[in-house]
């Protein structure tokens, strides 16, 4: 029989293990306007989090090197103007995310989208910076062929003048103010976008007739999802669940003020439509943690008596 | 806002045949694959196009060797030889292939640039390049 020190390492080690899957790095570089306060990017880090302990799966370096060379290219979030990155490198299971704020006009609360790219040099670094180890070839993941998705990051745009709420803590919402904006919620749906959902070709080679028909989401939901007039969102209104419970899905095109919107199995099940490997059961370290300790206490207990 | 191209887009240099020895001297050529990414863009009246510059430093273009060399984007991957007079070529300046991705017909809209040192100072005169053009955020 092992030892209950041992179940309860092992358990730990688990924990790390969910924990380190996808690391999103997100760049303030392009936050010119400060609005990125401490609450705010506390927020930020805990949807980035999420999405760090759902996807499992391995993304290669990008090492820039000599001839090998990575420009990463984007919408600067902040001037909305084109912006590069020479000799760009990033390192393994890693993606970067620039932020920033600016008046995005009318009801728009943000907006964002995986980056692009130029690239030069020797085979196999060209080939491999583009698909990140996800497909053996770029039409994998590029172009109408594509079932997976590879991207060293992206840039996410945060309207300035919305009234938001960073919750310091996103296990519940009760807090949330009826007169705000959830930021946590946003920034959810907005890297969401940033994965694919909306913006990967993974995504629209899994859409006919204006639906979705990825196998998962369509198991989740019973049949084709029904998709806004882009293609880029859920129909308004769709509905998927949270642990059982119905809630709005977090990747159709709206959310009203004084509500949360977590990522629901149907936005989960479209990851894994477009190619992302996902967590069996996205737990948060601490509740591992907690668990674990209980567990080892009681194996502790029961040897004692 | 997307800049304009300048200046004319004749196809001078570019042919699509193997790549011929230097030979003689005479000419010095620079090959190799360009794969350029649109998401989910209109890919109509797409270019490519190529030209060599001769670098006074590394980012202040001193001569332009050729006009642009434009092919069409008709293929996700294509491939390219580009010629040049090999007295054009001096082994201790530097020279930039510029790749510039255009799109549209009188006005030309430029949608992606890059630039690879080559030919001279260690650097390759055979390149594999690819461009993928950032999708608009979504909202």
């Given at each position: ?5 041992t179940?309860?390492?092992g358990l730990?080690?688990?924990t ?13 570089s392009s936050?010119?306007?400060g ?6 990017k506390n927020?930020l880090n805990a949807a980035g989090?999420?999405f760090?302990?759902?996807l499992t799966d391995?993304?290669?370096a990008?090492?820039?090197s000599?001839?090998n060379?990575f ?11 084109s912006?590069?990155?020479?000799h760009f490198?990033?390192?393994?299971d890693?993606i ?6 600016r008046?995005?006009g009318?009801s728009?609360l943000g ?7 130029s690239v030069?040099?020797?085979?196999p670094f060209?080939?491999?910076?583009q ?8 039409a994998?993941?590029q ?6 998705f590879?991207?060293?990051?992206g840039?996410?745009s ?8 960073f ?7 009760s807090?949330?103010p009826s007169?705000n904006?959830?930021?946590?919620s946003?920034?959810?749906h907005?890297l969401g ?5 909306g913006?990967a ?5 899994n859409i ?8 998962e989401a369509?198991?989740v ?8 007039p882009?293609l880029?969102?859920?129909?308004q ?6 642990n059982g419970?119905?809630q709005?899905a977090a990747m159709?095109?709206?959310i009203?003020?004084?509500?949360r ?10 990851l894994?439509d477009?190619g ?8 948060p370290?601490?509740?591992?943690l907690?668990?674990s300790g209980?567990f080892?206490?009681?194996?502790l ?5 | 806002?997307?800049s304009?191209?300048?200046g ?5 240099l ?13 000419s ?6 360009l ?8 890919t109509?009246?797409?270019?490519a196009?190529?030209?060599?510059k ?14 642009p060399a ?8 294509i491939?390219?030889v580009l010629?040049?007079?090999a007295?054009?070529?001096q082994?201790q300046?530097?020279?930039s292939?510029v790749?510039?991705?255009?799109q ?6 430029i949608?992606?640039e890059?630039?690879v040192?080559?030919l ?9 390049l690819a461009i ?6 979504v909202?």
């Open positions: 029989m092992r030892k209950p020190q179940i309860v390492a730990i080690l688990l790390a293990q969910q924990a380190s899957a996808i690391t999103i790095q997100f760049d303030y936050d010119t306007t609005f990125f306060s401490q609450n705010a927020t989090s999420f760090g302990n759902l391995s993304l290669s990008i090492q820039s000599g001839q060379n420009t990463a290219s984007f919408n600067d979030p902040t001037t909305g103007t912006r590069t990155i020479d490198s990033i390192a393994q890693t970067k995310v620039f932020v920033g704020a008046s995005l009318g728009t907006q964002g989208g995986p980056g692009g790219y030069s040099g020797f085979n060209v080939t491999e910076a698909t990140r180890g996800q497909t053996s070839t770029v994998g993941v172009g109408a062929t594509a079932t997976d590879s991207l060293w990051g840039a996410i945060f309207n300035q003048n919305t009234n938001w709420y919750d310091q803590d996103v296990s519940t919402a807090d949330l007169t904006f959830d930021f946590y946003v920034a959810l907005e976008h940033v994965l694919g959902i913006t070709d993974s995504w629209f080679n006919s007739n204006g639906q979705f028909t990825g196998p369509s198991t939901f019973g049949g084709p999802v029904p998709l806004n882009g880029d969102h859920w129909a209104g769709t509905q998927g669940t949270v419970v119905a709005e159709d095109p709206a009203t003020a004084g509500t919107k977590v990522f629901t199995n149907l936005d989960v099940a479209a894994k477009i992302w490997q996902v967590a069996p059961v996205p737990v370290a601490a509740v591992w907690f668990v209980l080892g206490m009681f194996i207990g029961r040897k004692k008596s | 806002m997307l304009r191209l300048s004319g887009l004749a196809t001078l570019m042919a699509l045949t193997p790549l011929p020895t230097m030979g003689n001297n005479m010095t050529s620079i090959s190799g694959s794969s350029v990414y649109l998401h989910q863009k209109d109509s009246n797409v270019l196009c190529f030209e060599l001769q670098l006074e430093t590394d980012r202040q273009a001193e001569k332009t060797l050729a006009k434009c092919f069409p984007l008709d293929q996700p991957t491939h390219f010629h040049f007079p007295r054009d070529i082994p300046k530097r020279y292939l790749t510039k991705v255009v549209g017909g009188k006005d030309k809209q949608l992606a890059m630039s040192p080559v001279t100072q260690g650097n390759p005169s055979e390149v594999n993928s053009v950032p999708p608009e955020p909202e």
